[in-house]
Structures are given as structure tokens and as C-alpha cells.
């Protein structure tokens, strides 16, 4: 069935696109994420160019893109004649798919009390080792207790493992859990995490999102039957925004962040526009892509476990 653009939603991507201006190398990562991975992993160039047009970004533009997130060692490059096809790169895919993990999945899990330590002041690790952990541990979430010390009430142990190995100093850090100890008395540990992150500008971030997108559902709603390249593109806006700000976010446990941590409510507004345009934005991917390979398969199971799981 079909639908004609919605001039209040038009309307909508236009203001949001003149006052976001988003950045064409940051949205191709979002792409390979969120569109791409789903649907085989690998997408020709020319219907890169064609996905983003409607972002305003011009073919200039996402070749510079593709060229330097390939000579950072996110993408691999194919040629056949004339044409370009471009996947993530064996080595990056692990990570970027946990950064995204992230993205899909609730944050408020039930928490056990517990921190996980690390102390990265053993002899055997070099000054450039440490520093390359300390960059790694960040991005996870984890706090600086204290130099060489880190620390993170809610830490994916297998995560840990991987940067451990990747940097190979799994058998020079010292690792552990820890509890308050109820025997002594003592600051609680939940004081630690106004020393070790600061989170305000974290929740502004998730503010000015809700600000954003609080006027999506109701434009939605208002559609019975969306256009396919207004729902691609509005589903990839709040996916992008909203990846944007959660990879900055440390995945504390609720009962550690302030009372009116607007990072649910964020995720929340995530979920309902990305589960009410994802049906119609699969039509214009599918229909985009194919354009260049008739054999692109359609998202794989996984890609409707997202948040929880998609309508």
C-alpha cells in the first residue's frame, strides 16, 4: 500500500536536519550498525550515497567518510570494475557490535551490589599499555578511583576479558569484586560516583534529546501508513542522536544515579519511534540496496530482538 510523504514530518526533518547538522562520517558508522550489519554486513558505495541524501550529505562527503573510517581500520574495501563495496573490518566488528549491544538493550537491569576493580600499577605493564587501558576503560564506562585504579559498579565481565586480552595485560592487572563492608564503618561506596564521573553533562545530553524527539510520536500516530523513505530516515535520526549520546553514558546502575535520570525516558522515546517506523524503513533499505545486488537478504532474527523486541 501506498503512502504519500507527510508535509508535518517533512517538515519536522528538515528543521531537525538545519538545527543537528549531523556529521556525514558519524552516520555512516550509524548506518553500518543499525541498517547494513542486519542486512548482510556489506554495502556497495554507491547506495551508501543513496542512503544518505536524504541527510543532506552529499556523494563527497560520505567517499571522504568511507576512505578514512577504512584507513582507521573500521572498513574493508572490495573493487570490482569501477564499484566499491565496503564491510566492517573482521578485527573492528567485535567491538562495534558491542557498542551497539549497548545501544539496543535496556540499561536497568537489576543491580547485586557488587564493583568490579581493576589496579593497573603492577611492574609488568608498560607506560604505553597502561595508557591504552586507561582509554579502553574510559570508553566501557569505568571510573578513575585513583591513578592506575578503576572502577565500575555494573561491568560486562566478558567485555573486560576482551580489552584485557586485546592489550595483552590479563596477567599483569589485578582484578576483583568488591562490597561495602558492613563490619566497618565507612563513606558508602555510592559516594564514589560523584568523584569518579561527571554525569551532568550526560543528562543534558539525554535532555536535549527528549526535547528533540518528544514531538515524534504524535506526527506518528497522526500516519497511519508511513512513507518509507521519511520512516528510514526518522528512524536512523533517533537511533543516530541517541547512540551518540548513550556510548557517552557509564551504564550505572539506577539505584547509583540521581533521582530524575532522564536516560530511561530517553531510551524509552528511543524504542517508540524506532519500533514505529522500522517496518516502513525496511521497505526503502531493502528496496535501496537491492538497487545495486539483488541478493541482499532482508535483517536477519536478531535485528527484531531490539529493544526488547520489535513489533
Not at 20 to 41: C, E, Q, W, Y
Not at 63 to 79: H, M, Q, Y
Not at 171 to 189: I, K, N
Amino acid at each position: 500500500m501506498n503512502s504519500t510523504p507527510s508535509p508535518a514530518i517533512k517538515k519536522w526533518i528538515e528543521q531537525f536536519i538545519a538545527t543537528n547538522p549531523p556529521r556525514a562520517k558519524s552516520v555512516v558508522m550509524t548506518l553500518f550498525g543499525d541498517t547494513i550489519t542486519p542486512h548482510g554486513g556489506e554495502v556497495w558505495l554507491g547506495s551508501l550515497i543513496e542512503l544518505l541524501a536524504p541527510f543532506g550529505i552529499s556523494d563527497r562527503l560520505v567517499r571522504t567518510s568511507v576512505f578514512r573510517l577504512a584507513e582507521e581500520g573500521w572498513l574493508d574495501a572490495k573493487r570490482e570494475g569501477r564499484r566499491s563495496l565496503y564491510a566492517l573490518n573482521p578485527a573492528a566488528a567485535t567491538r562495534f557490535e558491542h557498542a551497539y549491544q549497548r545501544v539496543y538493550t535496556p540499561s536497568d537491569q537489576p543491580w547485586q551490589g557488587k564493583w568490579t576493580l581493576l589496579f593497573a600499577s603492577g611492574d609488568g605493564i608498560t607506560a604505553e599499555q597502561r595508557a591504552l587501558l586507561r582509554k579502553e576503560l574510559l570508553w566501557e564506562g569505568f571510573g578513575t578511583i585513583a591513578p592506575a585504579i578503576f572502577g565500575h559498579p555494573n561491568a560486562d565481565p566478558q567485555t573486560l576479558r576482551e580489552i584485557l586480552d586485546r592489550i595483552d595485560v590479563h596477567d599483569t592487572v589485578f582484578v576483583c569484586s568488591a562490597t561495602e563492608a558492613q563490619e566497618v564503618a565507612g563513606r558508602p561506596l555510592s559516594d564514589l560516583v560523584e568523584q569518579c564521573w561527571q554525569l551532568e553533562s550526560v543528562m543534558a545530553d539525554y535532555e536535549h534529546y527528549l526535547t528533540c524527539f518528544a514531538s515524534l510520536p504524535k506526527l506518528l500516530n497522526a500516519k497511519k501508513i508511513l512513507d518509507p523513505e521519511q520512516a528510514f530516515v526518522l528512524r536512523t535520526l533517533a537511533i543516530h542522536e541517541f547512540r551518540r549520546v548513550q556510548l557517552h553514558d557509564p551504564q550505572l546502575p539506577l539505584e547509583l544515579l540521581p533521582a530524575n535520570w532522564p536516560g530511561k525516558t530517553a531510551y524509552d522515546l528511543c524504542h517508540q519511534v524506532y519500533n514505529a517506523t522500522q517496518a516502513s524503513a525496511e521497505e526503502y533499505i531493502l528496496e535501496t540496496l537491492r538497487r545495486e545486488s539483488d541478493d541482499v537478504p532482508a535483517a536477519a532474527p536478531y535485528f527484531y530482538q531490539r529493544f526488547g523486541g520489535l513489533n
